[in-house]
């Protein structure tokens, strides 16, 4: 039975990210992944007028439904570190296909700018935003230390608090990240990190000054000779 036309498109981007990943998006030939996907360059064109449209469809594969999932996990009226620990969970528990995605995205970016804006200005319209109101709604409430621009604040929640997931899940058994805890453990020591960082200050107590007792005598002051 032949398959149906309506399936052509997603076997070009499945062949696509097996061959992006071993052979680097410049390196690899549309014609075999065509090949690999059972049809022609044509209709690699017709879906994917420029490779580089091929590998943003590759990274929107999985990146939409991970958005989705960090959406459910950011928004909603509690308070914010337990939405923050939420969205941590998730990409601490990145499918393997995510994980191969970020590999590519990391190393793609670095080797093209053309592909790096691409990839931020698709971010700008999917996880920022979500951090970023989750960050503007933790100062509102007094979560989160309101003197800190929130830029920084961001950058700081993805380093202090996502990247060690991403990289315990990618490293696996590989030192030094084999020596962090996995899973909760770390999402929870990653959380307490990251609010000691960006968490409301607390003022210091005013220091105690010592007072004489009505009647006691003074220090004495050096005679003059």
Same mark, same amino acid.
Request: positive net charge; glycine residues 8%; contains cysteine.
């Given at each position: 039975?032949?398959?149906? %036309?309506? =399936? ?27 090949? =690999? ?8 064109? *017709? *879906?994917?007028?420029?490779?580089? =449209? ?8 999985? *990146?939409?439904?991970?958005?989705? =999932? ?5 928004? +909603? ?25 970020? /590999? ?33 709604? +933790? ?21 202090? +608090? +996502? ?32 609010? /000691? ?5 607390? /003022?210091?107590?005013?220091? %105690? ?17």
């Amino acid at each position: 039975m032949a398959r149906p %036309r309506t =399936d052509i498109q997603p076997r070009i981007v499945r062949a696509a990210r097996s061959r992006f990943l071993a052979e680097g998006v410049d390196g690899a030939s549309l014609r075999n992944i065509a090949a =690999d996907a059972g049809t022609n360059v044509g209709m690699v064109f *017709y *879906y994917f007028p420029t490779k580089d =449209d091929l590998f943003l469809a590759v990274v929107e594969d999985v *990146y939409a439904k991970l958005l989705g =999932d960090l959406s459910a996990c950011l928004t +909603g009226d509690v308070p914010v570190r337990e939405r923050l620990t939420k969205a941590l969970r998730r990409l601490a528990s990145a499918s393997d296909d995510e994980l191969e995605v970020v /590999r590519l995205v990391a190393r793609e970016a670095l080797l093209s700018g053309e592909r790096f804006g691409r990839v931020l200005s698709r971010a700008r319209r999917g996880h920022v935003p979500l951090f970023l109101a989750a960050l503007e709604d +933790g100062v509102r409430r007094g979560e989160i230390d309101a003197s800190v621009p929130l830029p920084l604040l961001f950058v700081t929640t993805l380093g202090v +608090g +996502g990247l060690p997931q991403l990289l315990r899940r990618a490293a696996g058994d590989a030192p030094p990240f084999s020596l962090l805890p996995a899973g909760d453990a770390l999402v929870e020591a990653s959380v307490e990190m990251l609010f /000691r960082a960006i968490g409301p200050r607390t /003022r210091a107590a005013p220091a %105690r000054v010592a007072r004489r007792a009505p009647g006691a005598a003074g220090p004495r002051k050096p005679r003059r000779r």
